[in-house]
């Protein structure tokens, strides 16, 4: 399995867009044609009815059964609990400045996914195919869990903090995030110690540099403490889950800073960000929030196995610095539009056509158009190559979007 093909992550809008938009099914789609394989966190299977609601009960049964897309449904979550007696170790609470992490899971898991599958009824589905519903979901499961690497998820974290890597960097990023302020490592000091198996100390000079009090000094280090215990979640997600997990904008820095040789060959978020730029700038059907733009999973999952698919995403890790203009005038390439619509299903009909716009084909020749006729389809494919990256945004891409008898 190459980690490079397979996504894990969320794939849902801010909460503070309001509970209508909670489900990016656009995403979802983008991701779909992106990866081999999706693997959807999904803690309370909230987004279950939303399938059902774009897809339909049979074409969300078809999707969960495809492969296409996994289901992790795990309770996680990442705390500094330092000043909270009951979680920290010693059953203590810490003065500010001192900081312990803690990784945190459902104490137990039969009983979490019993319990979330709940949300998987829907009103206007019958019992037995909510019981259908349900089982498909099961099975859909991606049965790695982050809970069963917790030690060796708590230990990574505390052996980083305390060799102190990435501590300022990360701290530059919550001084900016928290407060405004754009500064450098060299800016400021900060060290953390350790003085227990999971308890740090800092020392920092935050407070008379850029005039910060007690708490606010405590809550900045505290982000910066938290974003290097979750870069390490994602990392071990990737590991759990054999597959690229999506960084939060906080993260992109750290994760850069300690592989950043790696980085933008692992970055999935930039491929989702090509996929958009290139279906923006040919003005292709997307996903309005709240629409009834229909989509069609067969044609979906078709499109996933074609070969034109695979064409287009290596071509799009290649366009980071191709600008706007350029990419478009490669996918207007009149050549490998002709390619496209000679191979498509009215190519043998259209052969008179072909064959008098080829003569104006640079390359070709003026007199390349009078040969067509005799020799049909070896003329054709070799005068005008099949571009799979043309091919997959003229009419592969469009044709998830329509009806299911209106495919062809």
Same mark, same amino acid.
């Given at each position: 399995?190459?980690?490079?093909?397979?996504?894990?992550?969320?794939?849902?809008?801010?909460?503070?867009?309001?509970?209508?938009?909670?489900?990016?099914?656009?995403?979802?789609?983008?991701?779909?044609?992106?990866?081999?394989?999706?693997?959807?966190?999904?803690?309370?299977?909230?987004?279950?009815?939303?399938?059902?609601?774009?897809?339909?009960?049979e074409?969300?049964?078809?999707?969960?059964?495809?492969?296409?897309?996994?289901?992790?449904?795990?309770?996680?979550?990442?705390?500094?609990?330092?000043?909270?007696?009951?979680?920290?170790?010693?059953?203590?609470?810490?003065?500010l400045?001192?900081?312990?992490?803690?990784?945190?899971?459902?104490?137990?898991?039969?009983?979490?996914?019993?319990?979330?599958?709940?949300?998987?009824?829907?009103?206007?589905?019958?019992?037995?195919?909510i019981?259908?519903?349900?089982?498909?979901?099961?099975?859909?499961?991606?049965?790695?869990?982050?809970?069963?690497?917790?030690?060796?998820?708590?230990?990574?974290?505390?052996?980083?903090?305390?060799?102190?890597?990435?501590?300022?960097? !990360?701290?530059?990023?919550? %001084? #900016?995030? &928290?407060?405004? $302020?754009?500064?450098?490592?060299?800016? +400021? /000091?900060?060290?953390?110690?350790?003085?227990?198996?999971?308890?740090?100390?800092?020392?920092?000079?935050?407070?008379?540099?850029?005039?910060?009090?007690?708490?606010?000094?405590?809550?900045?280090?505290?982000?910066?403490?938290?974003?290097?215990?979750?870069?390490?979640?994602?990392?071990?997600?990737?590991?759990?889950?054999? !597959?690229?997990?999506?960084? %939060? #904008?906080? &993260?992109?820095? $750290?994760?850069?800073?300690?592989?950043? +040789? /790696?980085f933008?060959?692992?970055?999935?978020?930039?491929?989702?960000?090509?996929?958009?730029?290139?279906?923006?700038?040919?003005?292709?059907?997307?996903?309005?929030?709240?629409?009834?733009?229909?989509?069609?999973?067969?044609?979906?999952?078709?499109?996933?196995?074609?070969?034109e698919?695979?064409v287009?995403?290596?071509?799009?890790?290649?366009?980071?610095?191709?600008?706007?203009?350029?990419?478009?005038e490669?996918?207007?390439?009149?050549?490998?539009?002709?390619?496209?619509?000679?191979?498509?299903?009215?190519g043998?009909?259209?052969?008179?056509?072909?064959?008098?716009?080829?003569?104006?084909?640079?390359?070709?020749?003026?007199?390349?158009?009078?040969?067509l006729?005799?020799?049909?389809?070896?003329?054709?494919?070799?005068?005008?190559?099949y571009?799979?990256?043309?091919?997959?945004?003229?009419?592969?891409?469009?044709?998830i979007?329509?009806?299911?008898?209106?495919?062809?």
């Amino acid at each position: 399995m190459d980690i490079h093909n397979n996504l894990f992550g969320l794939c849902s809008k801010p909460y503070s867009e309001g509970e209508s938009k909670f489900f990016d099914l656009q995403s979802l789609i983008n991701k779909l044609l992106l990866f081999d394989v999706f693997i959807l966190y999904s803690p309370n299977l909230r987004e279950i009815p939303y399938l059902v609601k774009a897809f339909g009960f049979e074409g969300t049964l078809a999707l969960l059964s495809s492969g296409a897309l996994r289901i992790s449904c795990e309770a996680r979550i990442t705390a500094q609990v330092g000043q909270t007696d009951f979680l920290v170790p010693g059953g203590k609470a810490l003065p500010l400045g001192t900081y312990s992490v803690s990784y945190g899971f459902a104490a137990d898991r039969r009983k979490w996914i019993s319990d979330n599958l709940r949300n998987v009824g829907i009103a206007n589905l019958s019992h037995n195919q909510i019981k259908k519903l349900k089982r498909a979901v099961v099975e859909a499961f991606d049965n790695n869990y982050l809970q069963d690497f917790d030690s060796q998820l708590l230990k990574q974290a505390n052996g980083d903090l305390a060799s102190n890597r990435g501590i300022e960097l !990360a701290t530059t990023i919550a %001084l #900016e995030k &928290e407060k405004g $302020l754009k500064v450098k490592p060299n800016d +400021f /000091l900060i060290r953390l110690h350790q003085i227990d198996d999971q308890i740090f100390e800092v020392e920092t000079n935050l407070s008379e540099v850029f005039s910060l009090d007690e708490l606010e000094v405590h809550k900045i280090v505290e982000k910066a403490v938290l974003g290097i215990a979750g870069l390490n979640q994602r990392i071990a997600e990737m590991n759990v889950h054999s !597959a690229l997990s999506g960084f %939060l #904008e906080d &993260e992109t820095p $750290l994760f850069g800073d300690r592989l950043e +040789f /790696l980085f933008q060959s692992l970055d999935p978020d930039k491929l989702e960000v090509n996929l958009s730029r290139v279906l923006q700038l040919k003005n292709c059907p997307s996903i309005v929030s709240d629409s009834n733009q229909p989509v069609n999973i067969e044609k979906l999952l078709e499109v996933r196995e074609s070969q034109e698919l695979k064409v287009f995403r290596e071509w799009l890790r290649k366009i980071d610095s191709v600008s706007d203009s350029e990419i478009v005038e490669q996918l207007n390439d009149i050549r490998s539009k002709l390619g496209v619509f000679a191979q498509g299903d009215t190519g043998k009909t259209s052969r008179l056509v072909i064959s008098t716009l080829a003569g104006f084909v640079p390359v070709v020749g003026a007199f390349a158009g009078l040969g067509l006729g005799a020799f049909d389809t070896f003329l054709l494919e070799k005068i005008l190559p099949y571009s799979g990256v043309v091919a997959f945004v003229d009419k592969l891409y469009p044709s998830i979007f329509q009806h299911q008898g209106m495919s062809s």
